[in-house]
């Protein structure tokens, strides 16, 4: 966990504790309409009504998987102008294993652009470093 001394820190400890309590309509406030999203697959605009949409999907899938609350483990801001911060961050997702309930750390890195010119900040770009679908495939966790 981070240690939250920096209003970007302050924002980003309550997005992981909106993500544990699975508040998606509050997660869902800290994005822009629309913003973009980026993964090894290419970069896409996402509507903000399709995200809220596709956020309890996720979680159901994650917690079939045996997935415990994802864990912010580092977080590295740029500041980049007087509004706009890159925040570059490391999560630890745990999942329990199906036959031993032994518990197998994945990390995912990921990079937002916050807008901070506004009372309440927002995301504007997410990318994802990672095919978290993918590296759950390969650990064994998920099977198609």
């Known amino acids: 966990m981070i240690q939250a001394e920096t209003d970007v820190a302050r924002f980003f400890e309550l997005y992981a504790k909106k993500t544990r309590e699975d508040n998606d309509p509050a997660l869902v406030s800290q994005f822009t309409d629309p913003f973009v999203s980026a993964d090894p697959h290419g970069t896409r605009c996402v509507r903000i009504e399709d995200f809220a949409a596709a956020l309890p999907k996720r979680k159901l899938l994650f917690d079939r998987l045996g997935c415990k609350p994802a864990v912010l483990l580092s ?18 997702f745990d999942f329990a294993r199906e036959n031993s309930g032994e518990l197998e750390q ?17 995301i504007v770009m997410y990318m994802a470093h990672q095919d978290v679908m993918q590296v759950l495939r390969d650990r064994g966790i998920l099977r198609d």
């Open 75 to 92: 977080l590295h801001e740029t500041q980049l102008d007087k509004r706009y911060v890159l925040a570059k961050t490391t999560w630890r």
């Open 106 to 122: 994945v990390l995912a890195d990921s990079t937002f652009l916050v807008d901070t010119g506004q009372e309440e900040f927002k």
